[in-house]
C-alpha cells in the first residue's frame, strides 16, 4: 500500500523560506516521478514541480528560480525547497507519485502572510 506523507508547511512571511517534505512508503520507489501539487482556494490544482527517477526536473514557470526539488531515494523522501516566497504561494501543498497508477498525499498547507 502506498503512503506519502507531507510534513514542513506553516505560516511565514513575505520573502521567507520553507522546506516541504514528503515520506515515501513506495517499493520501488526509485522508479517512481514525484511531484509536488498545489491548490489555492478558488484555483485550479497546479503542478509545482516534478522529478523523474533520473532525477530530471521540471519547475512551473510561476515558482522557477525560487523552488527546488529534490529526492533521495535511500531515504525514499522528496523536498520542496521554497524560497522567496509571496502571498500567491499560499495553498495546500500535495505529494505525488507516479509509476502507472498515481498516489497522492493529504497536503500540507502553506500560508505566506505578514
Known amino acids: 500500500q502506498v503512503q506519502l506523507v507531507e510534513s514542513g508547511g506553516g505560516l511565514v512571511q513575505p520573502g521567507g523560506s520553507l522546506n516541504l517534505s514528503c515520506a515515501a512508503s513506495?517499493?520501488?520507489?526509485?522508479?517512481?516521478?514525484m511531484g509536488w501539487y498545489r491548490q489555492a482556494p478558488g484555483k485550479q490544482c497546479e503542478l509545482v514541480a516534478d522529478?523523474?527517477?533520473?532525477?530530471?526536473?521540471n519547475i512551473a514557470d510561476s515558482v522557477k528560480g525560487r523552488f527546488t526539488i529534490s529526492r533521495d531515494n535511500t531515504k525514499r523522501m522528496v523536498y520542496l525547497q521554497m524560497n522567496s516566497l509571496k502571498p500567491e504561494d499560499t495553498a495546500v501543498y500535495s505529494c505525488?507519485?507516479?509509476?502507472?497508477?498515481?498516489?497522492w498525499g493529504q497536503g500540507t498547507q502553506v500560508t505566506v502572510s505578514s
Open positions: 505525488y507519485a507516479h509509476y502507472g497508477p498515481g498516489y
Open positions: 513506495i517499493l520501488n520507489f526509485r522508479r517512481f516521478t
Open positions: 522529478i523523474t527517477s533520473t532525477g530530471a526536473t
